[in-house]
């Protein structure tokens, strides 16, 4: 646990939106840290626990998908109006981990984790086992369509009666 403390936070923020409209992030954090503890003697470099971490959620997320695809329905839906500034920041998280979830999972794994996690492009190439310019490449292209995506989002509701 001593180890695992330091990395729950981000470890958590990865989840919430890579989870988004699969699975309860939640259930994904215990099935991989269920996983995780039991091969634990696996990790040759304790610092990488969350490489680990991540490799593992990103298998179980692939493989639900795999067998059941069913959306998650407890986000908030589209035709809720919010007039507080806290909902209307919950309704805009909601809208980006739901076109973050649209992506290719190579490319929203390299912006949830560089965007949400904070993590640098060579972390993320050493994770992805990739290099640097690869990762850059996902980067820039997941920008440009995650940016066309909440822009067709902002467009509907705008010309929505």
Same mark, same amino acid.
């Given at each position: 646990?001593?180890?695992?403390? *330091?990395?729950?936070?981000?470890? &958590?923020?990865?989840?919430?939106?890579?989870?988004?409209?699969?699975?309860?992030?939640?259930? =994904?954090?215990?099935?991989?840290?269920?996983?995780?503890?039991?091969?634990?003697?696996?990790?040759?470099?304790? &610092?990488?626990?969350?490489?680990?971490?991540?490799?593992?959620?990103?298998?179980? =997320?692939?493989?639900?998908?795999?067998?059941?695809?069913?959306?998650?329905?407890?986000?908030?839906?589209?035709?809720?109006?919010?007039?507080? *500034?806290?909902? &209307?920041?919950?309704?805009?998280?909601?809208? /980006?981990?739901?076109?973050?979830?649209?992506?290719?999972?190579?490319? +929203?794994?390299?912006?949830?984790?560089?965007?949400?996690?904070?993590? +640098?492009?060579? &972390?993320?190439?050493?994770?992805?086992?990739?290099?640097?310019?690869?990762?850059?490449?996902? /980067? +820039?292209?997941?920008?440009?369509?995650?940016?066309? /995506? =909440?822009?067709?989002?902002?467009?509907?509701?705008?010309?929505? *009666?």
């Amino acid at each position: 646990m001593a180890i695992y403390e *330091p990395v729950h936070e981000s470890f &958590e923020r990865f989840c919430k939106a890579r989870a988004y409209g699969h699975m309860p992030f939640r259930d =994904l954090m215990q099935d991989t840290l269920l996983i995780a503890f039991s091969k634990f003697e696996a990790v040759k470099q304790q &610092e990488k626990i969350l490489y680990f971490l991540f490799g593992i959620a990103t298998r179980i =997320l692939a493989n639900h998908r795999r067998k059941i695809s069913p959306e998650y329905t407890d986000q908030i839906p589209d035709s809720v109006v919010c007039l507080t *500034p806290e909902a &209307e920041r919950k309704a805009e998280i909601d809208h /980006l981990y739901k076109a973050l979830s649209m992506l290719p999972a190579e490319q +929203s794994d390299a912006l949830i984790c560089f965007e949400i996690v904070g993590f +640098s492009v060579k &972390e993320i190439a050493d994770f992805q086992k990739k290099s640097e310019a690869a990762v850059r490449q996902q /980067l +820039s292209r997941g920008r440009q369509k995650l940016l066309v /995506l =909440l822009q067709e989002k902002k467009e509907f509701k705008i010309n929505m *009666p």
